[in-house]
C-alpha cells in the first residue's frame, strides 16, 4: 500500500512528485463516468439488497422451526464461487437463455429482453452475490430484538405499522447500517462480475485499474484509481458513522 501511495503521487514519466493523477480523474469525462458509474452501481446493489435483506431477515428472525433451515440456504451461495454464479447468470439471462425463453413462451414479449451484458444484468449478479452478506449481520440483530417490545406495543393500542416504525425499526437500524455499510464498500470494489456480465458496456473502477495495469501499463494511474477507490470506501465509513450519531443523539434528545 505504500508503493502504491508514493506511485499514485508520482509522474509517470519524470517521476516528479505531482498530483495530475488525481486531476485527470475530475477532469476527464472518461474517469469522471467511471467513478460516478462505480458509485451509482453500488448504490442500487446496496439498496436492493438492503430491501431483500430486511425482509428475509425479519421472516427468518421470527420464524421459531424453520428459521435454521433458511439460514442454512441463504448461506449456501457463499459456498459456490462467484465465477460459476457468473456463468450461471450468464446462461439465465442471455438472449436464448431460460428467463427469455419462458417470457417468449408465454406470450409476454416477442423478441428477448436484453437483461445481460449491460447495467441490469451487472446489478442482478451482483445483488445475488452481495444479498447473504448483507442478511448475515443484520440477521444478527433482528434475533436479539425483544419480541417482548412488540407484543407491549401491541397491548397499548399501537397499529402494526405504528409498532413496526417506532419499535422494530429503530432497534433494528444497527443491523441495517453494518449490512448496506458492507455491501456499499464490497461493491464498489467488484470486478469478475461486472466483466463478465457487463459484457465490456458498464466499466467500473476495478475494471478501469485492470486496464491501466494489464493493457496500458500505467502503473502509477492505477495507484492513484485504487487510492480514489480507498477514499470512497472511507467516505462511506465516515458517512455511516455521522448517521449512527445523528440518531444517537435523536433519541437522547426524545428521552429526554
Request: net charge positive.
Amino acid at each position: 500500500m505504500g508503493l502504491v501511495a508514493v506511485r499514485a503521487f508520482t509522474s509517470e514519466d519524470t517521476g516528479a512528485v505531482t498530483l495530475d493523477n488525481f486531476r485527470v480523474l475530475v477532469v476527464d469525462p472518461i474517469y469522471v463516468s467511471v467513478v460516478l458509474d462505480t458509485v451509482r452501481v453500488a448504490s442500487v446493489t446496496t439498496a436492493f439488497c438492503l430491501v431483500l435483506g430486511f425482509l428475509v431477515s425479519f421472516v427468518i428472525a421470527r420464524m421459531q422451526r424453520w428459521g435454521g433451515l433458511l439460514e442454512g440456504l441463504v448461506l449456501i451461495p457463499l459456498m459456490t464461487s462467484v465465477l460459476v454464479r457468473a456463468f450461471v447468470w450468464i446462461a439465465l439471462l442471455e438472449d436464448r437463455g431460460v428467463i427469455n425463453s419462458a417470457l417468449m413462451g408465454l406470450g409476454i414479449t416477442s423478441r428477448p429482453i436484453q437483461l445481460v451484458y449491460n447495467e441490469t444484468g451487472v446489478i442482478i449478479g451482483m445483488v445475488h452475490v452481495m444479498l447473504p452478506l448483507t442478511i448475515i449481520p443484520m440477521l444478527a440483530v433482528f434475533r436479539r430484538i425483544d419480541n417482548r417490545l412488540l407484543r407491549a406495543s401491541d397491548s397499548l393500542g399501537a397499529s402494526p405499522w405504528t409498532t413496526f416504525w417506532r419499535i422494530y425499526l429503530p432497534l433494528s437500524a444497527p443491523g441495517v447500517y453494518a449490512g448496506g455499510l458492507l455491501c456499499f464498500v464490497l461493491s464498489l470494489g467488484f470486478y469478475v462480475t461486472p466483466a463478465m456480465l457487463g459484457g465490456g458496456q458498464t466499466m467500473l473502477l476495478a475494471q478501469q485499474i485492470e486496464v491501466q495495469v494489464k493493457r496500458l501499463l500505467q502503473l502509477n494511474q492505477a495507484s492513484a484509481l485504487s487510492l480514489s477507490l480507498i477514499f470512497l470506501v472511507v467516505l462511506a465509513w465516515a458517512l455511516v458513522a455521522v448517521l449512527r450519531r445523528i440518531r444517537s443523539a435523536t433519541r437522547k434528545q426524545e428521552q429526554s
